[in-house]
């Protein structure tokens, strides 16, 4: 799939994305996809090139832009080293509800200023933090987000002030959640939460129970499990299919 990288213009700077667009003629409807905790990185922008297969202008931005030319994470052990845990989640800590709605903003006027790229209201997915990001946009910039989706996002239905559920009454996109099992970020009860802010609220969306870890739709994480990988490429095709086309 071809691919651009660029930067885009920003309230606080410029954040380098990546484009991935398919091969032929386009417009096509875009979306951003948000990475995990680890950031932008290789596996996302192969990921990226197999959603924009499905008929997409996928953007992928690093959203650690604000920390400068960062050192990337090594996924596989990360979590183990406790220096780089304590990196990660300073990291982490700076990308809040505030700066990703403004973030957002600056995106989704990149990918309507494209020619690749028709329409202005979009998709958005993401995975781990980013599946909360992608939430969070959807409530926070709700005329230009038309289907969002989520996989293994942690903190989607918390007692923090900035938790997505709170702002269903403002969503109005579709929503699927693909949450995975023994998920202590996103528990059954959370999932009860979030169904419950949702439907009061009549946002169409869907809650799938993965039979797999939190990490389990990327491919660099430990708990990557392809069956339910495969299982998640499924859901946005036919998801985005049916609300981006």
Not at 67 to 82: I, L, N, R, S, Y
Not at 160 to 175: F, I, N, Q, T
Request: with cysteine; charged share 20%.
């Amino acid at each position: 799939m071809p691919r651009i990288a660029d930067t885009v213009t920003t309230a606080d700077g410029s954040c380098p994305v990546t484009l991935h667009t398919p091969g032929g003629d386009g417009p096509w409807p875009g979306v951003v996809l948000y990475p995990d905790a680890g950031g932008a990185r290789e596996t996302f922008r192969t990921m990226a090139d197999r959603l924009a297969g499905y008929g997409y202008a996928v953007l992928v931005p690093d959203v650690y832009y604000r920390d400068g030319d960062w050192a990337p994470f090594e996924m596989a052990t990360v979590f183990g080293d406790d220096a780089e845990r304590r990196r990660l989640f300073g990291m982490i800590a700076k990308v809040t509800p505030d700066i990703m709605a403004s973030d957002a903003t600056s995106l989704f006027d990149y990918l309507a200023s494209r020619p690749e790229v028709g329409g202005e209201s979009f998709g958005t997915t993401g995975y781990c933090m980013g599946g909360r990001t992608s939430l969070v946009v959807a409530g926070r910039v709700p005329e230009r987000v038309s289907a969002a989706m989520s996989f293994h996002g942690g903190g989607l239905a918390s007692d923090d002030a900035g938790s997505p559920h709170l702002l269903a009454e403002k969503m109005r996109a579709a929503v699927y959640v693909g949450a995975a099992r023994n998920d202590r970020s996103f528990t059954v009860s959370n999932g009860d939460t979030l169904d419950k802010a949702l439907s009061a609220a009549g946002v169409e969306h869907t809650i799938v129970w993965y039979p797999a870890e939190h990490g389990f739709a990327v491919p660099d994480n430990a708990p990557y499990d392809e069956a339910a990988a495969e299982q998640h490429w499924d859901a946005m095709q036919s998801f985005f299919g049916t609300h981006l086309r």
